[in-house]
């Protein structure tokens, strides 16, 4: 133990692995002197708890054209407590008419919570992933993204992701497209840290894909509000190993995107295609099921007692389902208990 005040830095780097233990411990981290011998004790036995949480991103049900209340209704049906979904900064007619599983940031956020508490489902993180990469970021995707985290807390939603652009942004290099992203997160953590409102960066574009890269932006801010939504699908179908790219950044990992990529998807593009939108493949169905296997296991092993969250297409719920039956029987087989 030590007498010294902990640095945002310090605080990251002592294993704070779920958005939930991070968000609530953040306030007291600017001026915190050393925890006494009971909350080490405390701290030590949440670091070592193996129990993880069971999620899924509303994405599954847009072929569907569910609403967002049908996807709390589709997650209270099969004991799911944790959702995530896209932020709509506006008004669009599909939405409107009940045709999509998202939510518009017009909507109260706690009249919404009210809702989500009588089926006994929370928010994991709100996806708010316009590309920050190109020369639109700073105009279109900076205010975005702080709408989203005003309104995240609002709800007492911990988390806010974010990403870049899929392919390399027209006209720019690659140092300047670094350094727009620099400043842009630079405002965004400001109001972050307001909120106490974690920002993710995901693995989904040209930048963030590459491990060299997506290091730098992670160290954008010197911030424990600044931290990484790993995918198991975005990595491998850029190229990446899911699992070294995972243990790399392991200690910066908020939020988990469960995905598993088709044999032919996986054959058509892998190492030319930077995401997947939404993938056509059930949990444990494709060729990065090992890969999945292998990455919940480090977590395990590494204290992460946060969300994991199912992507794939729903075909209206025989899809999810059975990614979801194949996610519980697999954190058995590993021995690691999931909450609820």
């Known amino acids: 133990m030590t007498d010294q005040p902990l640095t945002r830095r310090q605080f990251v ?3 704070a692995a779920s958005a939930a233990g991070v968000a609530a411990g953040l306030a007291a981290v600017d001026g915190a002197t050393a925890r006494d011998a009971q909350t080490e004790t405390a701290a030590a036995a949440k670091e070592n708890d193996r129990t993880m949480k069971i999620g899924f991103h509303t994405d599954a049900f847009n072929s569907a054209y569910f609403s967002f209340e049908k996807c709390l209704e589709w997650a209270q049906r099969n004991g799911v407590h944790h959702i995530e979904c896209g932020l709509i900064d506006g008004v669009s007619w599909i939405h409107g008419l009940g045709y ?3 939510v518009a940031l017009y909507e109260d956020p706690l009249l919404l919570r009210r809702k989500m508490d009588d ?3 929370r928010f994991s993180q709100v996806d708010a992933a316009f590309p920050l990469s190109g020369k639109d970021g700073p105009l279109r995707g900076v205010p975005y993204v702080m709408k989203a985290i005003a309104w995240a807390h609002q709800i007492g939603c ?3 992701d974010t990403t870049d652009g899929l392919k390399a942004p027209a006209g ?5 497209a670094m350094d727009l992203m620099r400043r842009s997160y630079g405002q965004i953590i400001e109001v972050a840290e307001a909120h106490q409102v974690i920002v993710n960066i995901e693995p989904h574009g040209y930048f963030t894909t590459k491990p060299e890269f997506i290091e730098r932006m992670l160290d954008f801010c010197d911030s424990p509000y600044l931290r990484m939504n790993m995918d198991t699908g975005n990595t491998f179908i850029a190229g990446q190993d899911p699992v070294a790219f ?6 910066r990992v908020s939020h988990v995107h469960i995905k598993d990529v088709s044999e032919s998807l996986a ?3 892998r190492g030319h295609q930077t995401g997947i939108a939404v993938s056509q493949c059930a949990l444990g169905d494709g060729v990065n099921a090992r890969n999945i296997k292998a990455c919940l296991k480090l977590l395990a092993d590494h204290g992460y007692h946060g969300v994991l969250s199912m992507e794939c297409e729903g075909q209206a719920g025989p899809m999810i389902e059975r990614s979801l039956a194949w996610l519980r029987a697999t954190l058995d087989e ?3 208990p999931v909450e609820g």
């Open 172 to 176: 720019l290099k690659d140092e300047e």
């Open 158 to 160: 911990p988390c806010v």
């Open 119 to 121: 089926y006994g489902v």
């Open 100 to 102: 999509q599983p998202h």
């Open 334 to 336: 590993l021995k690691i």
């Open 246 to 251: 995972l243990g790399r950044f392991i200690d």
């Open 267 to 269: 054959a058509a593009t």
């Open 13 to 15: 780097g002592r294993g």
